[in-house]
């Protein structure tokens, strides 16, 4: 196949929804060229800052990703998936669109600051001296703009030595972090759409959307009844977003009840439908340690017991880019919102593998 060749003519055919072309692998070989000659960052992995799942997934998403993060509440599914967004906007290696359906903007940006007041990836405490967690840092803009009139929040943080620093931290990069903010409405999986368009008209650096949660996205369909049905759409549409607009798509997965119950969460228990298991190029399921490990570890020895409750387990359960059913673990330091990023495998034998191998 020589790139260099004259087009050939490409033919195509009017369908029920429009025009569809076929494209010859000439074509598409030429657009490779271009690519890698004119934009080629697009074609390169961008890292999500957490080392031990980018090692496994060839480096980090790719434009036309279709990433899952699946757990249960309160595992830490926002915290992750919002420092993922922060360490590749703070990288530069590509803009973010944040579209939170759960918390307000200022919520999320008063994370990003408490992240912000320490070195996550410091061992024991050493990172952590002289960091504000969330509620110091909401109190210390309340109490402080109650003593000085006319002073904004962020002044008044801003006047902590760590909250200055956190501010220059988030200034850094906050021009590439965009926020959606606010309850579902109709059609916001139109709304995702336009906003993606839109900033390839402004800007033409590559683009990560960050979707929490998943489950929260209204359909462009109005008449569906079925949360399945309501599932399988947006997860479907999601990925033709990340297709169509050459950008890697991140998105929160709730699980369902039954998930809940079950000693460890699977894949498979995530809420809304089947859809996710075929749409998905990477899936991410989140365990809390503690409850997934072989029991033996903990009934002798008390001390790791209480050690394996600061620590998440990630499972690449679903994997096109390299080997799945990947066990890594990441130390929570939920009380600064964030985790310590450089993370490891995990090398104790976990729950469902101790009952797998007495059955065997």
């Known amino acids: 196949m020589k790139t260099g060749d004259a087009p050939p003519t490409d033919w195509g055919a009017e369908g029920p929804q429009g025009w569809v072309q076929a494209r010859s692998l000439a074509t598409v070989s030429r657009g490779l060229v271009a690519d890698v000659e004119g934009a080629g960052a697009r074609l390169h992995p961008v890292p999500t800052g957490f080392s031990a799942i980018d090692r496994w997934i060839s480096g980090g998403v790719r434009a036309g990703d279709l990433v899952l993060l699946g757990g249960a509440q309160g595992v830490g599914k926002t915290t992750m998936c919002l420092q993922m967004a922060r360490n590749i906007a703070a990288s530069g290696q590509a803009n973010v669109l944040y579209a939170c359906y759960e918390h307000p903007d200022d919520y999320v940006l008063n994370r990003l600051l408490v992240q912000e007041t320490i070195d996550p990836t410091a ?65 916001s999986i139109g709304s995702l759409k336009a906003l993606v368009s839109q900033h390839r008209m402004r800007d033409n650096q590559p683009l990560v959307l960050f979707v929490d949660y998943l489950q929260k996205v209204q359909p462009a369909r109005q008449d569906l009844p079925d949360e399945a049905e309501r599932v399988t759409e947006v997860v479907q549409e999601l990925k033709q977003l990340a297709l169509g607009a050459n950008i890697a798509v991140v998105a929160i997965v709730a699980a369902e009840k039954e998930g809940l119950r079950a000693p460890r969460l699977r894949f498979t228990h995530l809420r809304g439908s089947s859809a996710l298991m075929y749409e998905a190029d990477i899936a991410i399921i989140m365990n809390d340690k503690w409850q997934i490990i072989d029991r033996d570890r903990i009934v002798f020895n008390i001390h790791k017991s209480k050690q394996y409750r600061d620590w998440i387990v990630c499972t690449i359960e679903k994997n096109r880019s390299g080997r799945n059913l990947v066990d890594v673990e990441f130390l929570k330091r939920f009380e600064h919102c964030c985790f310590n990023p450089n993370g490891e495998i995990v090398a104790e034998r976990l729950y469902e593998e101790r009952i797998q191998g007495e059955r065997e």
Not at 160 to 186: C, D, K, M, Q, S
């Open 123 to 187: 061992a024991g405490v050493a990172g952590v001296v002289g960091g504000l967690t969330l509620d110091e840092l909401v109190a210390l803009m309340a109490e402080r703009n109650e003593q000085v009139s006319g002073k904004t929040p962020l002044e008044a943080v801003g006047d902590h030595p760590a909250g200055a620093r956190a501010i220059e931290a988030v200034n850094a990069y906050a021009e590439r972090f965009h926020l959606v903010t606010g309850v579902a409405h109709r059609d």
